[in-house]
C-alpha cells in the first residue's frame, strides 16, 4: 500500500540556521502532498501542499517541491526561528480508491536561541 | 477554507463507561470522513473510513466493536469508544474531504483520558 517516509528526528537547530526535513513516498497513483504542522498539545495545521509534479508548496518562508522522478517532498526553510519548533508531519492523499490521508512518522523540530 | 469542527476537545471518562466523539463539516458536504488515532509523541494512525450510509471500513487491528462509527448525515460522523479501558486513552482525530478535492480537512483532535 501507500506509504510516506520521513527523516528521523529530533532535529536540533540554532535560530537562523537552515532546515532540511527529508521525506519520501509510495504510491500506486498520483497522490497529493502535504506537509503538516504539530504544536504541543495541539491538532494538525497544513503548512503547504502540492497536487502534481513540479508543484512547489510554499507558507511562512517553508518550501517544498512535488518531485515524481525522486518520489520526494522534502521540507525546507532558510532561516528558522524558535517559533518553529513543532513536529512536522509529511503526508499523502490518495487521488483515487479510499481517498485516504496517510502520515509519515513525524519529525521533532527544536529551534535554540 | 473549509472547516471541521470536533467534539468534546477534551473528556475523561471512567473506565467500562462509553464516549462519543462528533466530527462535523461546517461549510461543505463530505461524503467520506476518516478518524485517526495518535498516541503520544507518535504519527496518526489511521483506524478507519466513515462512509455516509453505509458501514465504516476498518484498518486492519481495530476493534470494531470497540470503536463504533456512525456517519448518520454528509456532515456529520461520530466515534464511539466503548466499554473504555485506560489503554484507549489517546488523541483521536478526524477528517473529512470535500467532494472532487485534492485535500482532506482535520478537526482540532479530542484528548480522551479514561481513568
Known amino acids: 500500500g501507500d506509504s510516506v517516509t520521513q527523516m528521523e528526528g529530533p532535529v536540533t537547530l540554532s535560530e537562523e540556521a537552515f532546515l532540511t526535513i527529508n521525506c519520501t513516498y509510495t504510491?500506486?497513483?498520483?497522490?497529493?502532498l502535504f506537509w503538516y504542522v504539530q504544536y504541543p498539545g495541539e491538532g494538525l495545521q497544513l503548512l503547504l501542499k502540492?497536487?502534481?509534479?513540479?508543484d512547489k508548496g510554499s507558507n511562512k518562508g517553508f518550501e517544498a517541491t512535488y518531485r515524481k522522478e525522486t518520489t520526494s517532498f522534502h521540507l525546507e526553510k532558510g532561516s528558522v526561528q524558535v517559533s518553529d519548533s513543532a513536529v512536522y508531519f509529511c503526508?499523502?492523499?490518495?487521488?483515487?480508491?479510499?481517498?485516504?490521508?496517510?502520515f509519515g512518522a513525524g519529525t521533532r523540530l527544536f529551534v535554540k536561541a | 477554507g473549509a472547516v471541521v469542527s470536533q467534539h468534546p476537545s477534551r473528556v475523561i471518562c471512567k473506565s467500562g463507561t462509553s464516549v462519543k466523539i462528533e466530527c462535523r463539516s461546517l461549510?461543505?458536504?463530505?461524503?467520506?470522513m476518516f478518524w485517526y488515532r495518535q498516541f503520544p509523541k507518535q504519527s496518526l494512525m489511521l483506524m478507519a473510513t466513515?462512509?455516509?450510509?453505509?458501514?465504516?471500513?476498518?484498518e486492519q487491528g481495530v476493534e470494531k466493536d470497540k470503536f463504533l462509527i456512525n456517519h448518520a448525515s454528509l456532515t456529520l460522523s461520530t466515534l464511539t469508544v466503548t466499554s473504555a479501558h485506560p489503554e484507549d486513552s489517546s488523541f483521536y482525530i478526524c477528517?473529512?474531504?470535500?467532494?472532487?478535492?485534492?485535500?482532506?480537512?482535520f478537526g482540532q483532535g479530542t484528548r480522551l483520558t479514561v481513568v
Open positions: 477528517s473529512a474531504r470535500p467532494v472532487m478535492n485534492t485535500e482532506a480537512f
Open positions: 504510491a500506486t497513483g498520483y497522490p497529493s
Open positions: 502540492a497536487t502534481k509534479a513540479d
Open positions: 503526508a499523502l492523499s490518495e487521488n483515487t480508491g479510499g481517498f485516504k490521508t496517510i
Open positions: 461549510d461543505f458536504q463530505a461524503t467520506t
Open positions: 466513515s462512509n455516509e450510509g453505509s458501514k465504516a471500513t476498518y
